[in-house]
């Protein structure tokens, strides 16, 4: 059940991380790892604190308690950090009143290390005028303008802040095909979130679940998928059951009882009168955000429990 | 930087800059009119020089009474959008995640427009000299005693225009939103007005006192009046209120008339009229600009701060 991490370096890492806005915690407690090279979906009902995790780890927001870091350095304001990662935020903030070609100045001026060449092609290929004023742009051009301006930094870590939302499923189609192209050739990390989960169900490879603050599950998606199991039998069974399994939801109906139940890798050997069946992603997600106490994450490494 | 300070405030920066240059020119046409005014010393009565030099003067004259609010303009449109718009648009998101970290990102944009303020504001203070320069020797010329000659010309332009900016900078760091950073700026820079030219210019340097014995010589020209005080008999000194009050108990009667007056001198009291001479000007310009200039680079010291711990 636990991920066993190689000897690579995380590329974000949070640890007893806490973040209180004057009297509420926006999050509380979060301890995640994620390796470098993965594309991660961070999921959760709105208020959940996606945005204020994605905000803390881009060192736009100062932890309360815990420590955020990212390939191994304490986040903060460092423009060493700043240059490694890049982030583009809920609705995609940019200047309205420059064209497009202010806008990758804007991203040559403040960066380091900038790949003017690939944003003007990015931006050709996409057909869009490097002379158009960023406000008269369409939603779906403006999204792609935001994403060349992130990818075009060459970040060893994208962070994307609901890159779907408010765009039209043709448009939701060409920025995720973008990403996901210039993920499988220059291999970055890539951490996204959104509120709809079917958004990332083709696209991720590990899962982050965040539930009023609190990290509920982060771990590889094939792997989730494959130690988690549906199980369905009798009623009267079910307490049994229940107890030698982490049981994440519990359906019960006079005779029948539905578990949704974490099986690690070991082979189940059930009573012949319930019957299994994989778990899919979204169900899986939905069981988990139901019940707020159930949880899996991987076993804290020596190194980040220090 | 320098190129993304430019292309955000290019607008204000360049409408700044063009309204002096309108004005200049004003001055520039106006005060070559008044090359030919004849001056004091010259022949002719003297009332009649002073009237022929305001005539000419006038319009320029009415027109610098409201141009001491002109810094407020500055705190509105160079200051308090630079953050507050950026929070209103949430592209400080953006800004403040490239590779340049917010406190340097503020930090250069301060450098660059205060400096722009604060050459803004020299011209400006040069410009009014100036003109006033042309009408030297006549009453027009009152840059010491009068609040706007005073605080449009020398250095004190500068100092006010910097500070109005750092109040709006820092208005916008502490509200987050630009309209409500612009009232919060007038309403600051106007009570420092008020403050200032009610209040503290008068007190920043003790006033010598006339009582009409020969200082004479420091009496002449643009004397700055403080107001007057009453040295009674036995050394105290009443202000107009108090001596109003002791008259009417020591010389009963006789007040609000010039009997009233003889009677309390009779009896020994003293009044004395409290003024700076003209040659204090320069030390008050550098008194009020360096002021401004510290309360300046204070809120700028906050904005920064609070930009770099505050949450985006």
Not at chain 2, 158 to 176: K, Y
Not at chain 2, 196 to 206: L, N, Q, S, T
């Amino acid at each position: 059940m636990t991920i066993e991490q190689g000897t690579d370096m995380p590329a974000f890492e949070t640890t007893g991380l806490g973040v209180r806005y004057r009297r509420n915690w926006a999050l509380r407690d979060c301890s995640v790892s994620v390796p470098a090279g993965r594309v991660v979906a961070l999921v959760g009902p709105n208020g959940a604190g996606k945005t204020t995790l994605l905000h803390t780890l881009v060192g736009l927001l100062a932890p309360t308690a815990g420590t955020a870091r990212l390939f191994g350095h304490t986040v903060g304001q460092s423009e060493e950090l700043l240059a490694r990662m890049a982030f583009v935020a809920q609705d995609k903030p940019l200047y309205d009143s420059f064209t497009v070609a202010d806008t990758l100045r804007f991203g040559k001026r403040l960066n380091l290390s900038w790949d003017d060449e690939f944003a003007r092609r990015r931006i050709a290929d996409l057909g869009i005028s490097l002379r158009h004023k960023v406000g008269k742009l369409s939603g779906g051009q403006q999204a792609q303008v935001a994403l060349t301006l992130a990818l075009a930094k060459r970040p060893e870590l994208l962070v994307l802040d609901e890159p779907l939302a408010n765009l039209d499923p043709l448009a939701r189609d060409d920025v995720m095909r973008a990403l996901m192209g210039t993920v499988a050739e220059t291999g970055m990390t890539v951490l996204l979130s959104s509120h709809v989960v079917s958004d990332l169900l083709n696209t991720c490879d590990w899962l982050v679940v965040l539930n009023g603050g609190r990290v509920q599950v982060s771990g590889d998606l094939e792997e989730l998928l494959a130690e988690h199991r549906v199980l369905s039998g009798p009623a009267e069974l079910a307490d049994g059951l229940a107890r030698r399994l982490q049981v994440v939801s519990d359906t019960r109906s006079d005779r029948q009882a539905t578990l949704l139940a974490h099986v690690g890798t070991e082979r189940l050997t059930l009573d012949s009168r319930w019957s299994e069946r994989p778990v899919g992603l979204e169900e899986l997600v939905l069981a988990y955000l139901r019940s707020p106490e159930a949880s899996s994450l991987p076993r804290p490494s020596l190194a980040t429990s220090a | 930087m320098l190129w993304l300070t430019w292309r955000q405030h290019r607008v204000p920066v360049l409408v700044t800059f063009g309204f002096l240059a309108l004005l200049g020119l004003l001055m520039l046409i106006n005060g070559l009119g008044a090359a030919d005014l004849p001056r004091t010393g010259a022949s002719g009565p003297e009332m009649m020089l002073d009237m022929t030099a305001q005539r000419q003067a006038e319009p320029l004259r009415s027109v610098l009474e409201f141009l001491i609010l002109v810094p407020a303009l500055v705190g509105l449109f160079w200051g308090a959008p630079l953050l507050g718009r950026e929070f209103d648009r949430k592209t400080q998101l953006l800004a403040w995640t490239q590779s340049v970290s917010r406190g340097r990102w503020l930090a250069m944009k301060l450098a660059t427009l205060g400096t722009l303020v604060v050459v803004a504001g020299l011209i400006m203070g040069t410009m009014t000299s100036l003109w006033l320069d042309s009408y030297a020797g006549t009453q027009v010329d009152t840059r010491f005693s009068q609040v706007a000659p005073f605080t449009m010309s020398g250095i004190a332009p500068a100092g006010w225009w910097l500070f109005a900016f750092a109040v709006g900078v820092a208005s916008g760091a502490l509200l987050r939103r630009t309209m409500p950073a612009i009232a919060l700026t007038l309403a600051v820079f106007v009570i420092a007005l008020i403050g200032v030219v009610g209040f503290a210019r008068d007190y920043y340097a003790p006033p010598l006192q006339d009582d009409g014995q020969g200082n004479a010589d420091t009496l002449s020209g643009d004397v700055r009046s403080v107001g007057r005080t009453t040295i009674a008999p036995d050394g105290r000194e009443l202000d107009a209120a108090d001596a109003r009050y002791e008259q009417a108990s020591v010389c009963p009667g006789k007040d609000q008339s010039l009997a009233g007056l003889e009677c309390m001198k009779a009896l020994g009291y003293r009044e004395i009229a409290l003024y700076h001479p003209a040659d204090r000007y320069w030390r008050f310009q550098w008194t009020e600009a360096g002021a401004l200039s510290v309360l300046a680079v204070g809120l700028g010291g906050f904005a920064v701060r609070r930009t770099v711990r505050q949450r985006p």
